[in-house]
């Protein structure tokens, strides 16, 4: 990870305690993993790290916004992001990062990059189906919204309670539901 360098921690020169590091992640961060669903982002990434002498402890807090495309109208929109996440690093004898609250590093190891964690985060954080805001509370106003209000399928009983009913049928349904009251005789 050569291009992300900057994502770097180096510990060993650390001091025992708490340390803070700040990212802004922008639209380059993601082209970088090859991920083209977001087109523009401005996220901040506040990093608190904690170094003991037989491990670390690393939070996470994610607030921001990516520009994604909505899945109903296809209209960009900032979709926010409001996360965190919270690793621990351990040493061992060899790297391990099976579980995804917990990395092991070897004992040689002076430096990891944090930048995995903060894609994969991010990505995770974003919703499956994406809805431009403006869909939901009915301010958005577009050409592909009209179209799909027009061919909604309309509710059978809202149909039928919009359709005049000639009053001779109602006097046929009068005759109906005195036969079901009558004690079965006829």
Known sequence: MKDLKEFDISFIGLKDGNHQFEYIIEKKFFD?????EFYNSN????LSFLK????LELNFAYSGW???????????FQQPVETSFNLIVKFGD???DENEELLII?????????AQYIYETIVLAIPLKRVHPGVNDGTLHSE???KLKELQIKDQKEEEQKKEIDPRWNKLKNIL??????????
């Open 66 to 76: 990516v520009e994604v495309t909505c899945d109903v109208t296809n209209e960009l």
């Open 177 to 186: 539901i005195d036969k079901n009251t009558s004690n079965g005789t006829s």
């Open 144 to 146: 592909v919204l009209e």
């Open 106 to 114: 070897p004992y040689r190891d002076y430096k990891f990059n944090v």
């Open 94 to 96: 060899e790297y391990n």
């Open 43 to 46: 996220i901040k990434v506040v």
């Open 32 to 36: 970088f993993f090859n991920y083209d």
């Open 52 to 55: 003991n002498a037989t491990m």
